[in-house]
Structures are given as C-alpha cells and as structure tokens.
C-alpha cells in the first residue's frame, strides 16, 4: 500500500525552527520527484519547496528560499522539511507528496503532477 506520513508540525514562535518528516511506504522515494506544498485558510495549495529525484533540480517559493530546505534520506525512505526563521505567514497545513518524473532531473511545483499525498500537518507561527 503507498502511503506517505507525516509528522513534525506543531506551534512555534516568530523567528523559530521547524522540521517536516514524510515516511514513505509502498514505493521507493528516491525515483520520485518530491514536494512540499502548502495551504493557508482561505488560500489555494501552493508549492514550497520541490526537488528532483536526482536532486540537482530544486524549486523554492520566493517566500521561503533561504530560510526552507529540503532533502531525502533514501535508507529511510523520509524526505524532510527544514523550516528556519518562520514567520506567522508561514501558518499553513504542510502536504508532502511524490511523483513519477519522465526523468530524473524533472521538478515540478504544480500540485496538480503529483501522484501520492501525505494527510496534512499543522504549522503554527505565533507568539
């Protein structure tokens, strides 16, 4: 059964540190492309961070490059979400989710190309 799972979110003040875990299950994540993706009341899911899976290609939202990173640990088989410096516009539930690319060095952040989700975790930016 393919499944992603997430877990990290939380409640963290301005200026403060988060990190994102997505564990696969069912599927190898390291022939897929990868993503984050998030979704803030009233707003559309928009891609933060997406990488190739040969990780040479990466997408960052202007929003978060700098302070957002991603990567892949594939003996795991867990992506991950480095969050630095949040700020409340950060507050959204954060979707991990894979793709099958047509090749390697493909990186999309369009939601709509990716085949599997992880279930949504919350992240708070709040003093």
């Known amino acids: 059964q393919v499944q992603l799972v997430e877990s990290g979110g939380g409640l963290v003040q301005p200026g403060g540190s988060l990190r994102l875990s997505c564990a696969a299950s069912g599927f190898t994540l390291g022939y897929y492309a990868i993503g984050w993706f998030r979704q803030a009341p009233g707003k559309e899911r928009e891609g933060v961070v997406c990488i190739s899976s040969s990780l040479g290609s990466t997408y960052y939202a202007d929003s978060v490059r700098g302070r957002f990173t991603i990567s892949r640990d594939n003996a795991k088989n867990t992506m991950y979400l480095q969050m630095n410096n949040l700020k409340p516009e950060d507050t959204a539930v954060y979707y991990c989710?894979?793709?099958?690319?047509?090749?390697?060095?493909?990186?999309?952040?369009?939601?709509?190309?990716?085949?599997?989700w992880g279930q949504g975790t919350q992240v708070t930016v709040s003093s």
């Open positions: 989710a894979a793709t099958k690319p047509p090749e390697s060095d493909y990186v999309t952040y369009n939601d709509f190309e990716y085949d599997y």
